[in-house]
């Protein structure tokens, strides 16, 4: 049973940073990828970032690019997402997910019907 496990979340100033980590646990293969999604109150999820675990490949939106920076550790079987200059419009709950690659291109891994299982989310609030 694969499981995801979101931890990191919380309140912060704007121009803040936050660490967010996900903890996977269960059968994921080195031809997976790990996204971050995130749901803002009233709009649809979105894809944040993601990583290749085959070989450590990255996309970002354009709305976190340069400041968001996606990261893994095998050893831990977790994936971090660090979140810099967080901004009021940063606020969400953000969710893990995982996919298998199966030739994907890194790009559609911003892609919500990409994944096939979830994390809980947790919360991230960007407010003075």
């Known amino acids: 049973q694969v499981q995801l496990v979101e931890s990191g979340g919380g309140l912060v100033q704007p121009g803040g940073s936050l660490r967010l980590s996900c903890a996977t646990s269960g059968f994921i293969l080195d031809d997976y990828a790990i996204g971050w999604f995130r749901r803002a109150p009233g709009k649809e999820r979105e894809g944040v970032s993601a990583?290749?675990?085959?070989?450590?490949?990255?996309v970002y939106a354009a709305s976190v690019k340069g400041r968001f920076t996606i990261s893994r550790d095998h050893t831990k079987n977790t994936v971090y997402l660090q979140m810099n200059s967080l901004e009021p419009e940063d606020t969400a709950v953000y969710y893990c997910?995982?996919?298998?690659?199966?030739?994907?291109?890194?790009?559609?891994?911003?892609?919500?019907?990409?994944?096939?299982?979830w994390g809980q989310g947790t919360q991230v609030t960007v407010s003075g």
């Open positions: 990583i290749s675990l085959r070989d450590g490949s990255t």
């Open positions: 997910a995982t996919a298998q690659m199966e030739g994907t291109a890194v790009p559609a891994l911003l892609n919500t019907w990409e994944y096939d299982y």
